[in-house]
């Protein structure tokens, strides 16, 4: 019996699905903006994406992160900032329905994203900024 490989990071499991929409952007261009309909996950395969907030904020999401998810499982339906690509960015595009499905069949995703944002958390906290 031959069997497949093993999906284990996020930006893995993001990618083999089939309605999977693949972004490229240059440096400046924004990802999505702050109030605009939150109605997809993102997963960055390639370069740096920064999250702005209107309080001065800021996050930098890097190769392998999936960012916005907070957006679409906890927020009022529109997106906390601005994205903004810092460097050429390739995106992985997921919407959110199909994300949910994800989750639903693949439940150890939610266990990587919480252990991507506890350690995003210790960064925050090992440099002294913000956390959103």
């Known amino acids: 019996m031959v069997t497949s490989p093993t999906l284990t990071t996020p930006i893995e499991l993001l990618a083999a699905q089939v309605d999977c929409e693949v972004i490229t952007l240059p440096t400046g261009a924004h990802v999505f903006k702050a109030g605009q309909r939150s109605d997809s996950i993102y997963g960055l395969r390639r370069g740096i994406v920064e999250l702005l907030c209107d309080q001065g904020e800021k996050l930098c999401y890097r190769a392998g992160e999936l960012f916005s998810y907070e957006d679409i499982v906890w927020r009022d339906g529109c997106y906390r900032g601005h994205a903004i690509a810092r460097t050429p960015v390739e995106i992985l595009r997921l919407d ?10 693949h439940p150890t995703l939610s266990i990587l994203l919480i252990a991507q944002q506890h350690e995003r958390l210790r960064e925050q906290r090992a440099s002294g900024t913000c956390c959103y």
Do not use: A, C, K, S
Not at 96 to 105: A, D, E, K, P, S
């Open 96 to 105: 959110r329905l199909r994300f949910f499905n994800l989750l639903h069949n």
